[in-house]
RNA sequence: GUGGUUGUAGCUCAGUUGGUGAGAGCGCCAGAUUGUGGAUCUGGAGGUCGCCGGUUCGAGGCCGGUCUUCCACCCCA
């Protein structure tokens, strides 16, 4: 007895119908990408352990998916590793690739393997599917498409700007409302200066990230809670309170951060980036937003994140500058910047504001009914003509009853069906039915194609 | 990783305190219409009740485990 068939948890097939709506956003993502002079790469799914670990913090680590040794993969293994259950000593020796759980780490990997062959500043792009061994939810998924660009080998802030600006522009054609959240790493890292408690920066972050879920007092008892000192959270009071625009949150926090060279510095990159900004106004709402953290290791500079304004739904973009990716392959002193674009979730919202209407079942345009051996030949040419004339055709395989052939282009959508059984050839025309309206005409069959284009601009 | 939740026909779901052959709607197949789809009518196929084990004279309803779904936390696209 044959046991129900299943895919892993938090992967998902994809049916006709729902490609052809992820094509339209990866088709529209990528245009705009290449719009801007940007590159396609891939790299492989999978990557070498050393390669991925320690660059996504404690919690990524945990979740990238190992892929075990081939052949005798407990032969290194000591039996008292074995027997005492010690993961990680077993697992080190028994597992050294693993599949990628982002493309920025490739990408920084991919561009020190191949510096000779590259022209910097390098601008790239990247969609392909990541994994990561998360706990499945709505809008979280085990394997998931992100499509990244990033510009390395340049500090110019106006990379920053012209990622916003690809942001934008991405969000408006796709008509989906957004609110881009901006930060800088130095910013947070000058708060944990100027309080004190620079090894706390994490848990400092953590809470005020929650300010919108628990308010100014909970992220106080946050703090409290974390073991954060009195006297530490008393310093932290302009930042928790802070609001107004982003040039008077800056100012706010100049006065706050004199102290931290770091602080100082992240605040002039920032104000730098605003005045880009400003230049051109983009249709998004950008705001200065000191919860954004970010957990990803790797990003020292601006850190970006984009969600949907409609929906309370979580970051569908995010990104940020990395100043020292490549200096842990060996390429020190490499600079880039990029943002990524979760395809999955841009579908979930979209499909939550009704963006992506229905589509056609086939891309068909025109059924020729098959009326078996005698009528076949002429049947092929017939729908060989039409292909020829750039119309999509199908001839049914079999010779199956009308009543069945018409069902069939009912359930497909498509629109027109070429009727060419003895009676149509020996006259010498074909009836074209529109299924839409049921009205049928007789065409000779000379001019059988430029009818049927005639149809479809009409 | 922690806590909770879900799982009955292809789909959406009923199934009363465990007790006669497990149901509906939609869909599917066939026919009414042997060269015509969408409407209607008639008939039909299709279920190891997620999986494994336990309790019981008896389990779709109870218990344990496991997988899966969704939710909160954590984290993120």
Redesign the pocket.
């Known amino acids: 007895?044959a046991?129900?068939p299943?895919i892993?948890?938090?992967t998902r097939d994809f049916s006709p119908a729902e490609m052809l709506r992820r094509n339209y956003i990866f088709d529209t993502i990528r245009k705009i990408f290449s719009l801007y002079g940007y590159l396609p790469i891939e790299t492989p799914a999978m990557e070498n352990l050393s390669t991925l670990l320690g660059k996504y913090?404690e919690?990524g680590d945990r979740l990238i998916f190992r892929i075990l040794n081939s052949g005798n993969f407990l032969a290194d293994v000591s039996p008292s590793a074995l027997s005492a259950a010690d993961t990680s000593a077993v697992t080190r020796h028994i597992s050294e690739k693993g599949l990628r759980y982002?493309l920025t780490v490739p990408f920084a990997r991919y561009v020190v393997q191949h510096r000779d062959e590259i022209t910097f500043p390098f601008r790239r792009y990247q969609i392909q599917p990541v994994w990561?061994a998360?706990?499945?939810?709505?809008?979280?998924?085990r394997e998931?498409f992100?499509c990244d660009v990033d510009v390395i080998g340049s500090d110019s802030l106006l990379n920053e700007d012209e990622l916003v600006r690809i942001t934008d522009r991405i969000f408006g054609e796709l008509g989906i409302n957004i609110i881009i959240k901006i930060n800088n790493r130095k910013i947070l890292a000058g708060i944990a200066e100027i309080a004190g408690a620079g090894e706390r920066l994490t848990d400092i972050t953590?809470a005020i990230d929650?300010i919108e879920?628990i308010g100014r007092e909970g992220v106080r008892q946050e703090l409290a809670a974390k073991g954060i000192a009195p006297g530490v959270i008393a310093r932290l009071e302009p930042i928790i309170d802070l609001s107004g625009s982003t040039e008077q949150k800056l100012a706010v926090l100049k006065k706050a951060m004199a102290e931290s060279a770091s602080g100082m510095q992240g605040i002039r990159e920032m104000e730098e980036l605003t005045g880009y900004l400003a230049v051109e106004p983009v249709k998004a709402t950008v705001e200065l937003d000191l919860s954004l953290?970010?957990?990803?290791n790797y990003y020292t500079g601006t850190i970006i994140e984009v969600s949907a304004a409609d929906l309370p739904f979580?970051?569908?973009?995010?990104g940020g500058r990395y100043d020292d990716l490549t200096g842990i392959f060996g390429m020190p002193g490499v600079s880039g910047v990029g943002v990524?674009f979760?395809a999955?979730?841009i579908y979930d919202v979209m499909m939550q504001l009704n963006l992506l209407p229905e589509q056609t079942g086939s891309s068909t345009e025109v059924l020729v009914i098959n009326f078996g051996s005698a009528e076949l030949p002429a049947l092929m040419k017939v729908a060989g003509e039409l292909r020829e004339a750039g119309i999509a055709t199908e001839l049914y395989p079999d010779p199956a009853?009308?009543?069945?052939q018409?069902?069939y282009a009912?359930?497909c959508m498509i629109p027109l069906v070429v009727?060419a059984?003895?009676?149509?050839l020996a006259a010498g025309q074909a009836?074209v039915?529109n299924?839409?309206t049921?009205e049928?005409t007789a065409v000779p069959f000379h001019e059988l194609t430029s009818f049927i284009r005639r149809l479809k601009t009409s």
């Open positions: 007895m046991q129900k299943s892993p948890k938090g913090g919690e982002d990561r998360d706990k499945p939810q709505r809008g979280r998924y998931f992100q953590v929650k879920k953290a970010r957990g990803l979580s970051s569908i973009c995010g990524s979760g999955d979730r009853k009308l009543r069945k018409f069902a009912d359930s009727i059984g003895s009676n149509e009836t039915k299924m839409k049921g049928q």
